[in-house]
């Protein structure tokens, strides 16, 4: 396929991809995991580096 059009779905997937970690991630604060400041950033961070593994894994698969 077009180059471009492979770009415009990994954007797509990768903004999916981070929705979806930060959505589990507001789930757990709602159920009282992480609600405090220090296990509140680590849990942040977390997600982070989950969201940006899973958008790296993505652009392998849908671009390259």
């Known amino acids: 396929g077009n180059l471009l059009v492979r770009l415009v779905v990994w954007a797509f997937v ?5 929705h979806f970690i930060v959505g589990v991630k507001h789930l757990l604060a709602d159920v009282g995991v992480a609600e405090e400041l220090q296990s509140g950033r680590t849990a942040a ?6 969201s940006a593994v899973g958008i790296l894994a993505s652009f392998v698969w849908v671009v390259l």
Do not use: M, S
């Not at 990768?14 to 981070?18: N, P, R």
């Not at 961070?45 to 989950?50: C, E, G, N, P, V």
């Open 14 to 18: 990768a903004g999916l991809i981070y």
């Open 45 to 50: 961070t977390i997600a982070l580096i989950l």
